[in-house]
C-alpha cells in the first residue's frame, strides 16, 4: 500500500514545512488553503504539501509563539481563521533562512563539487 | 490544555471543511465534476484524521495521554480475556515474585546501608594469607590495638567475637546464651547507646563487665527496671549487669545476642605472640578519609609491623573493606547465582507469556488490521500493543510483591543460621524500583515481539481474510523459537538442580564414620561454683575443675543406662558434627622427639570420652583398644589417636607404645597411646578429618588452661537406645537436668538430626534450587502445551485432510509428538550446551560431583523431554481425535 511512500513525504517536509509557512506568511496573513496553494504556486509545484499536515504545523508555529491567528471570513463569505507572522516569527525566518542557505549550500557543493571549480 | 488550544482544535473541523470546501470549488473551476472535484480534494487533503490528531499532539504532552488512552484500553481489554488475563498474570507474579524475594535477601545481607549514624565511615579490617586472597581471617585483640595505632586514617578501631553459645546459671534453671565478646567502646563508635545504665569507660587490658541486650532484658528478666546491678553467671566470669543496650543492636544480623562481655584494649606494645586470632576488628575511618586510602596507609601499618613483629605478622595482608560488605561479603558470590537462577526462571515465563500473545495477537489480527487501514501509525499500534504487555507485566508485578512476601519467609525458614536474616528488613525503596524495573524490562522482553509480529501485519491480507496459512507459518517459527528457548533454559535450571541435589545425597550418604541411627544426644553444660572456679592463688591463668565434674558423669552414666529402652550410654567433651564446639586445640610433645615450637604446633583434636563411647557410636577400633574401664587415674594414663593423627605423626612407624605429652595443663601425665580408631568425620560431613585423641575423663588434671576449661565441663551425651521416642528423650533430659540442676541441659535430639543439620547448607540449597527447577520446569511444560495445541488447531484441517486420505489416527498422533521431540531435542541441545559454560559456576558449592555430570545431564534431559511429550499429549491426541468428514464438509 501507499502508506510507507506517503510516511516518506511527511517526513521529507517535516522540517522544511515550518520555514515554509512563514515565508508565505511575510506577504501578509492568510488562511490555512490559501497558504496551502501559495507554497504549491511559488515552489512551480515541484512541493507537493499533504495538505492535512499544514494544520498541525500552524498549531506548533502558534504553540512557539512565531504566528499568531485571528477570525475573519473567507472568499466563500465563511467564518475562517487567519494567521499572521509575530515579530518573533520575523526573526526566526530570518534566522531559519540564513541557516537553511548555508545547509543547502553545503549540501550542493558535497553533490556537485566540480562544478565549483569550474 | 489552555483555552486557546482547545479553541483551536474545537475550530479545527469546520476549517478542514472549509478548506476541502475551497480545493472542490477551485477543482471544479478547472472543470471537474463536483464528484471528482470532491475526491481530488479528499486526495490532495490526505488523512483527515491524522491531521486533526497531529494537531492534538502539538497542544498535549502526548506519550502522557496517549498512555493514560493506552492503559485504559489495555485494562479494557484485559478484562474481556479473563483467563487469558489470569494466566499471564500469574506466571509473571511467580516470576518476578521469585526475583523480588532473591534480591530482597540480597537488599538485606549486601545493600542496605547499616543502622549505624556514621555507617559510610565504618569498615571492616581483617588479615588473610596472600593465597587465598577472598578470606577475610580473624584476627586477635593485639591486632586490633596495633591498628587502633593508625590515626591517620582511623578514629578508633575495635574488636568483637562472634557469639559464643555458653551456659549461664542461676535462678533454677540453665540457659545457653549468646555471648559476644567486644571492646567496651565499640557501641559507642558505632553509635549504639545505652537503653539502661551507662557504657564502661575503657580501662587498658581489663575485663570490664556485662552488658545484655534489649532484647534478653525483655526475654531474661522480663523487662525488669532494677535489673542493673544483678549479677550474671556464665562460662567462667560472673559480674553484675552494667547496661541494657538500645533495641535491635544486632551487628551479625543473625539474631541479636544475649549477652556482651566488654574488654579493655589491649596494649599496642606489646608483640601479641601466641594472642590468638579470634576476633573481628571494626574500624571508624577519620572524616574525608576513603576506605581506598585506608587501605594503603594500612599496607603501609602492616609492612612495618612485620619488620618489628616478625613472628606474627609476616606473610599476612590486611584488607580495609566498607563494614557491611565485610562482614557479610561471603554471601554475595551464593546470593547472586541465586539472583542469575530466578533471572533464568523469568525469562522462562517471558517466554510464556509472549506465546500466549501471540496466540492471541492472531485472533486480533482481523482488529489490527482494521485500525491500520483506518490510519494507525505503526509505532503507535507498537506503543499501544507493548502498553499492553507492561499493564500485565505491572499486575504480574503487584502480585510478585505479594509472592516475594511469602518468598521471603520461606527464605529465612530454609536457610542456615548463619545466613543473615532477611525477613526482618523491611520492604524498601531499593525493592519496589527493583520490582519497578523488572516490571518495565518483563514487560518489553515479553512484548516486544508480538508487538512487532502484530503490527507487520498486512492490511490488505487482513481485511479479505486471507493470509491464514503464509502468516501462521512465520507465527509458528517464532513459537517454536520461544518454546525451543524455554526448554533450554529450563534444562539448564534443571542440571544445576540436579548437581545441588545429587551433591546433597552424597553428603547425606557421607559416611560420619559412626552409626548415628537409634542414637539419642543431649549436651549439658556444668555450671556454678561446686564444677569449676578460677581461684588457684598461685596461678591465676589457670582454671581449677573440682572433682564433682567427674561425679556428675559418672553419676549420669549410670542413670541413662538404667533408664527402659536405652541400651548403653557414653559421653565426649563434644558430639561430632555438633554445631557451636569449643574443643581444646592442645599442643603435644612426642616424648623422645625435640619440643615443637608453640608457632608451629599442629592442631589436633582432644576429647575425653567415657569408656562405652566406640562402642556405642559404633566407632571401630581399627587396631590396640580403646579406652576402657581399667583406666582409672591410678592407672598409667593413656590415649587412644585416630587414623588421621596416626598417618600425620607417625607415618612410618606404628603409633601403638608411643609416649605423648599434651600441653592443656601443668599437671598433664606423659601418656602412651594404646589403639587407633577410625575417623569421624568432626567439622563438617566434606571436611577432611583432622587429627584426634581420645582420653579417659578418668584420667584428668585438676588444673587446666583456659582454652582447655569449656571443653572440661561440656558434656555430650549419646544413648543407644532400642526404640527413639519423644517420652525417652524427655526422660533423658530429665535425669540430667536433676542430676545437675542450674547447669544447661540443651540440643536433647537424635545423632542423626545433627547429622542431618550438619548437612543443611546442601539442602538449603537444593531446596532453593530445586523449588526454581521445579517452576521452571512447570512453566516450561505450560510453554509446550499451548504452543502444541496452538499448533493442532491451525492444523486440524490439514489433519482431517490427512486422514481423510488415509493417514491412522496413530500417524497422525505421532506427527504431533514428533514434532513436540523434535523442539525439545533442540531445546535440550542448545540447553546442554550451554550449562557447559555455565554450571562450572556452580562447582565451588558442589561435593563429589562435576559440574559436567554426564549422569546428572542425561537424567534431567529424560526427564525434560518426557515431561514435554506429556505436555503435548494431550493436543496431539485431540488432533488424532479430528473427523475428516467434518474437514471434508468444510472444504
Known sequence: MSTREEKK???????????????????????????????????????????????PALHRLIKRGWISVEDGTSENNRRAKFYRLTAKGRKQLAAETSKWEKFSGAIARILRPTEEHE | MKRRAKRLLSDLDQEIREHIELATQENMARGMTPEEARHAALRKFGNVTRAKEDAREVWTVVWLEQFVQDVRFALRRLRKTPAFTAVAILTLAIGIGANTTIFSAINAVLLRPLPYPDQDRLVRVSSYDPKYPRDRGPVSWTDVAHWGEAKQVFEQVEGTSGPDMVAMSGGGSGERVAVLQMNALLPTMLGVKPFLGSLPTDEKHEALGFGISYEFWQRHFAGDPHVLGKTIFVDTGSGPVMVVLAPHFDLLETGPPDIFMFHGSANPAESGIGDPRWVMAIGKLKRGVSVQEAQVAMDVVEQHLAQVFPEEYKGVGVRVEPLRQGLFGWSSDFLYLLLAVVGFVLLIACANVAN???????????????????????????????????????????????????????????????MPRTANAPMDARILLFTFGVCILTGIVFGLVPAFRASRSDVNETL????????????????????????????????????????????????????????????????????????????????????????????????????????????????????????????????????????????????????????????????????????????????????????????????????????????????????????????????????????AYTQLSARTVPGWTEARVHKSLVVRTRFVSKELM??????????????????????????????????????????????????????????????????????????????????????????????????????AASSFVLTPMLSEFLYGVKPHDALTLTLVSLLLIGVTLFASYVPARRAARIDPMETLRHE
Open chain 1, 9 to 55: 513525504r511527511v517526513e521529507l517536509l517535516q522540517g522544511t514545512l515550518d520555514l515554509l509557512i512563514l515565508r508565505t506568511l511575510l506577504l501578509g496573513s492568510a488562511h490555512g488553503h490559501a497558504i496551502a496553494k501559495a507554497i504549491e504556486f511559488n515552489s512551480d509545484e515541484v512541493l507537493q504539501v499533504e495538505q492535512g499536515s499544514l494544520y
Open chain 2, 356 to 418: 500466549l500473545l501471540l496466540v492471541r495477537a492472531d485472533s486480533r489480527r482481523k482488529e489490527i488490521g482494521v485500525r491500520v487501514a483506518l490510519g494507525a501509525g505503526r509505532t503507535r499500534l507498537i506503543r499501544q500493543l507493548l502498553t499492553e504487555s507492561i499493564v500485565l507485566s505491572f499486575a504480574g508485578g503487584l502480585g510478585g510483591l505479594l509472592v516475594s512476601i511469602w518468598g521471603i519467609k520461606l527464605f529465612d525458614l530454609l536457610s542456615p543460621n548463619w
Open chain 2, 464 to 695: 479479505r481474510g486471507e493470509g491464514r496459512t503464509t502468516g501462521s507459518m512465520s507465527r509458528q517459527r517464532t513459537r517454536n523459537i520461544l518454546v525451543i528457548a524455554e526448554v533450554a533454559v529450563a534444562l539448564v535450571l534443571l542440571i544445576c538442580a540436579g548437581l545441588m541435589i545429587n551433591t546433597l545425597t552424597r553428603v547425606l550418604r557421607t559416611n560420619p564414620g559412626f552409626n548415628p541411627n537409634q542414637l539419642v544426644t543431649a549436651q549439658v553444660r556444668l555450671a556454678g561454683d561446686k564444677y569449676i572456679d578460677s581461684t588457684d592463688p598461685d596461678h591465676l591463668d589457670l582454671n581449677v575443675i573440682h572433682p564433682p565434674v567427674e561425679l556428675f558423669c559418672r553419676q549420669v552414666l549410670e542413670r541413662l543406662q538404667g533408664l527402659p529402652g536405652v541400651e548403653a550410654a557414653a559421653f565426649v567433651d563434644w558430639l561430632p558434627l555438633a554445631q557451636d564446639t569449643q574443643h581444646a586445640h592442645p599442643g603435644f610433645r612426642i616424648a623422645g622427639q625435640a619440643p615443637l615450637l608453640s608457632a608451629e604446633a599442629p592442631t589436633i583434636l582432644f576429647d575425653s570420652i567415657s569408656p562405652g563411647y566406640f562402642r556405642v557410636m559404633g566407632i571401630p577400633v581399627l587396631r590396640g583398644r580403646g579406652i576402657d574401664e581399667q583406666d582409672r587415674e591410678s592407672a598409667p594414663w593413656v590415649v587412644a589417636i585416630n587414623e588421621s593423627m596416626a598417618h600425620q605423626f607417625w607415618p612410618k612407624q606404628d603409633p601403638i607404645g608411643q609416649v605423648i605429652t599434651f600441653d592443656n595443663s601443668p599437671d598433664e601425665r606423659p601418656r602412651q597411646i594404646v589403639g587407633i580408631v577410625k575417623d569421624v568425620k568432626d567439622y563438617g560431613l566434606t571436611r577432611e578429618s583432622m587429627p584426634e585423641a581420645f582420653v
Open chain 2, 730 to 831: 524427655e526422660s533423658v533430659r530429665k535425669t540430667i537436668a536433676d542430676l545437675a540442676p542450674d547447669s544447661a541441659v540443651y540440643g536433647v535430639t537424635t545423632v542423626q538430626q545433627t547429622v542431618s543439620s550438619a548437612a543443611r547448607v546442601w539442602s538449603f540449597f537444593s531446596q532453593l534450587l530445586g523449588i526454581f527447577a521445579g517452576v521452571a520446569l512447570l512453566l516450561a511444560a505450560i510453554g509446550v502445551y499451548g504452543v502444541m495445541s496452538y499448533s493442532v488447531s491451525q492444523r486440524s484441517h490439514e489433519m482431517g485432510l490427512r486422514m481423510a486420505l488415509g493417514a491412522q489416527r496413530r500417524q497422525v498422533l505421532g506427527l504431533v509428538l514428533r514434532q513436540a521431540v523434535i523442539l525439545s531435542l533442540i531445546g535440550v541441545g542448545i540447553g
